[in-house]
């Protein structure tokens, strides 16, 4: 995760010329969850596909909502490896048995 962090940053100081404030990016992020949204339902649910589906691409969209989660990330200061670690360990002690009792 900190290497992705660095290469983001990276690309942004050269190519992207800064960031966007953090509330542009948070509007970012949504839309791009959207366009998560719209293949999924498309794909793997229940709503049927329009002609102008044909091209969207779920890895491309996946990556466009990491690239603005870690936009984020570096914004505010957020090691996400850390975070992550720390996430993974708060749902490890709470959820240990959780989901393996469960009988659905």
Same mark, same amino acid.
């Given at each position: 995760? =900190?290497?992705?962090?660095?290469?983001?940053? =990276?690309?942004?100081?050269?190519? /992207?010329?800064?960031?966007? @404030? +953090? #509330?542009?990016?948070?509007?970012? #992020?949504?839309? +791009? %969850? /959207?366009?998560?949204? &719209?293949?999924? !339902?498309?794909?793997?649910? +229940?709503? !049927?596909? *329009? !002609?102008?589906? /044909?091209?969207?691409?779920?890895?491309?969209? $996946?990556?466009? %909502? $990491?690239?603005?989660?870690?936009? $984020?990330?570096?914004?505010?200061?957020?090691? $996400? +490896? *850390?975070? #992550?670690?720390?996430?993974?360990?708060? *749902?490890? *002690? &709470?959820? @240990?048995?959780?989901?393996? @009792? =469960?009988?659905?």
């Amino acid at each position: 995760m =900190n290497k992705a962090q660095q290469m983001v940053d =990276n690309w942004i100081k050269t190519y /992207g010329v800064r960031y966007f @404030s +953090e #509330l542009t990016n948070m509007a970012i #992020l949504t839309e +791009e %969850v /959207g366009e998560v949204a &719209r293949i999924i !339902s498309r794909k793997f649910g +229940e709503q !049927s596909e *329009k !002609s102008s589906d /044909g091209n969207l691409d779920l890895a491309d969209e $996946l990556a466009d %909502v $990491l690239f603005v989660v870690i936009c $984020l990330a570096n914004q505010t200061g957020i090691d $996400l +490896e *850390k975070a #992550l670690i720390n996430n993974l360990n708060k *749902k490890t *002690k &709470r959820d @240990s048995t959780r989901h393996i @009792s =469960n009988i659905k």
